[in-house]
């Protein structure tokens, strides 16, 4: 397989989000170890119609808000499973083809096109701009309060 180039700044980023809204994030060991085309339920083993992803493309209700913002939160949403998916596995991103759902109402999706790696200064690019955000924001699995 071809290598993929890297994308090195969260604008880069927002940039190509901005210009095809078919594009989405996978945290795997990439397109190679996916080429099979399913991701399987943790839960039961269940084979899936795709890929387990989450789309980039910015919400119509999010704006006027930065799209940079946005990107941002999609990254951080979904960081927690670098750690939990074992060595190996990082971000990338996909132009991808909805096929279904997964059990958490993540999209599966077909790879049409794998497009890049995401480095890691881009995931602490997004969590320096998540921490500076009002509210309580944070990985989908957040720590309780307790």
Known sequence: MEEMPTINTLDDLAKLVDEDDRLFVRWSRGPEADAK??????????????????????????????????VARRLYDYSHLEGEKG??????????????????NEPLVSCLRPVAWIEESVLE????????????????RRPSDT
């Open 37 to 70: 085309g399913s991701s399987r339920d943790d839960l039961t083993g269940v084979p899936m119609p795709g890929l387990s992803a989450n789309p980039l493309a910015m919400e119509d209700w999010w704006a006027p808000r930065p799209l940079l913002v946005w």
């Open 87 to 104: 060595p190996g596995v990082r971000p990338w991103v996909l132009v991808g083809e909805e096929r279904g759902r997964g059990p958490d």
């Open 125 to 140: 690019d997004a969590r320096r701009v998540v921490a500076g955000q009002k509210g309580r924001w944070g990985p989908m």
